[in-house]
């Protein structure tokens, strides 16, 4: 199933070679379905293959998860980016180009799906706290914290946050800079 390469590296070596390239060159957590999406795609691995290498590269502190909102995602660690550092020349450049078109195709998606946050931590009371945020550059542009009598009405809440973040950011906004008059 994998595209031809050149090189002589092992097809689950440049596999893994790809994702750590791929997760520095993004700059920020990618989800696993992004992984799948672009190595299915491309026609490199399969999904088992893709889950595979992903937990090897876990394993072996090259890369680390973080679940959000039952969404896995991946980001390279400080010695992932020393391992790429150190095999510069084993990605061949027609793939390096597929990755950086692939980024930049889906820029949009992935600084969107990163920008927009939210959470459900269940209280000493009982009831459950939403916590919604929009980030920007890192930094938190908006973060809402709502208490909510259920589970079921946290989780309505952030769904709704997740689609109407634009509308809800826009409204907010207007509302706050009205002056008086």
Wanted: aromatic share 8%; net charge negative; proline share 3%.
């Amino acid at each position: 199933m994998a595209k031809n390469s050149s090189l002589n590296t092992k097809p689950a070596t440049l596999y893994k070679l790809m994702i750590l390239y791929m997760l520095k060159l993004a700059g920020q957590p990618l989800t696993t379905a992004q992984l799948y999406d672009f190595m299915g795609d491309g026609q490199y691995a399969d999904y088992f293959k893709v889950n595979s290498i992903l937990n090897e590269l876990m394993d072996t502190g090259l890369i680390a998860s973080q679940t959000r909102r039952n969404t896995s995602h991946l980001m390279i660690t400080d010695s992932g980016k020393d391992t790429i550092d150190m095999f510069p020349n084993e990605i061949p450049d027609d793939i390096k180009k597929e990755i950086r078109q692939y980024l930049t195709e889906k820029d949009y998606e992935l600084r969107n799906e990163e920008s927009i946050q939210t959470g459900i931590d269940r209280l000493d009371d009982g009831s459950y706290l939403a916590e919604l945020t929009i980030k920007e550059a890192g930094s938190d542009l908006l973060n809402i914290r709502v208490a909510l009598p259920s589970k079921t009405d946290a989780e309505s809440v952030c769904i709704n946050f997740e689609k109407k973040h634009g509308e809800l950011y826009q409204y907010i906004m207007q509302e706050l800079f009205k002056g008086e008059k």
